[in-house]
């Protein structure tokens, strides 16, 4: 399947749009969808290829690749869950019985409801060159870019974290290994209803701007 990217300088010398305008105003509309009220479809093989080449496609100091994909689809979504459920079990015997119970079925469930789940794992190295915050900046970076780039396509997407992403548990059932990370976990797919906007930031009250400290008294 070609993949057609379109020039956004090209598409506006023909609408007499600024260039980037379409973009900016997804980046002013984008809102995250519920878990639990995404379902099918999700991308296709080649959207979901080119969703995840998006989401790569950020700052890297130093060439480091700190990130990696995990993508669960299909019927791994299912297999997933009594894992999970087990896990969550195991984990939290000190917690009453019930309130246990209620959140294993949640975790049974976690990732049955959008079409594709991807987790972003952050692979910061401590030895490397670049201090690891910037490394785990820049996978927080991908998770960014990859809901961005679900919304232009059409899909709906949210980036949770929750239990599973701390659970020593689950990250040996996903395969991470002793030094990784969850950045994300990322549901992708299409929205049942339109989220409700939600209260945004005042930018005046959090925006300052620097000067530097007057002279201070001769010598």
């Given at each position: 399947?070609?993949?057609?990217?379109?020039?956004?300088?090209?598409?506006?010398?023909?609408?007499?749009?600024?260039?980037?305008?379409?973009?900016?105003?997804?980046?002013?509309?984008?809102?995250?969808?519920?878990?639990?009220?995404?379902?099918?479809?999700?991308?296709?093989?080649?959207?979901?290829?080119?969703?995840?080449?998006?989401?790569?496609?950020?700052?890297?100091?130093?060439?480091?690749?700190?990130?990696?994909?995990?993508?669960?689809?299909?019927?791994?979504?299912?297999?997933?869950?009594?894992?999970?459920?087990?896990?969550?079990?195991?984990?939290?015997?000190?917690?009453?019985?019930?309130?246990?119970?209620?959140?294993?079925?949640?975790?049974?469930?976690?990732?049955?409801?959008?079409?594709?789940?991807?987790?972003?794992?952050?692979?910061?190295?401590?030895?490397?060159?670049?201090?690891?915050?910037?490394?785990?900046l820049s996978?927080?970076?991908?998770?960014?870019?990859?809901?961005?780039?679900?919304?232009?396509?059409?899909?709906?997407?949210?980036?949770?974290?929750?239990?599973?992403?701390?659970?020593?548990?689950?990250?040996r059932l996903?395969?991470?290994?002793?030094?990784?990370?969850?950045?994300?976990?990322?549901?992708?797919?299409?929205?049942?209803?339109?989220?409700?906007?939600?209260?945004?930031?005042?930018?005046?009250?959090?925006?300052?701007?620097?000067?530097?400290?007057?002279?201070?008294?001769?010598?």
């Amino acid at each position: 399947m070609n993949i057609q990217v379109t020039d956004p300088a090209a598409t506006a010398q023909r609408t007499g749009e600024p260039a980037g305008e379409g973009l900016l105003a997804l980046l002013e509309t984008r809102r995250s969808v519920g878990m639990t009220v995404l379902a099918g479809p999700g991308p296709s093989e080649a959207e979901l290829r080119r969703l995840l080449a998006i989401a790569a496609r950020v700052p890297d100091h130093g060439g480091l690749e700190p990130w990696r994909f995990i993508v669960i689809e299909g019927q791994a979504r299912f297999d997933a869950g009594p894992h999970l459920a087990a896990l969550y079990a195991a984990e939290n015997g000190d917690m009453d019985p019930e309130k246990r119970a209620k959140f294993a079925g949640i975790m049974s469930r976690v990732f049955t409801y959008a079409p594709v789940i991807v987790i972003v794992v952050s692979r910061s190295d401590a030895a490397a060159r670049i201090p690891a915050w910037e490394q785990d900046l820049s996978a927080g970076a991908v998770c960014m870019n990859l809901l961005t780039a679900a919304a232009a396509l059409g899909f709906g997407a949210t980036w949770l974290t929750g239990w599973a992403a701390y659970s020593p548990g689950a990250h040996r059932l996903f395969g991470l290994e002793a030094h990784e990370k969850v950045a994300g976990v990322v549901h992708i797919g299409t929205a049942k209803e339109t989220p409700a906007e939600r209260k945004r930031p005042d930018i005046a009250a959090i925006t300052t701007r620097w000067q530097a400290p007057e002279a201070g008294p001769k010598a």
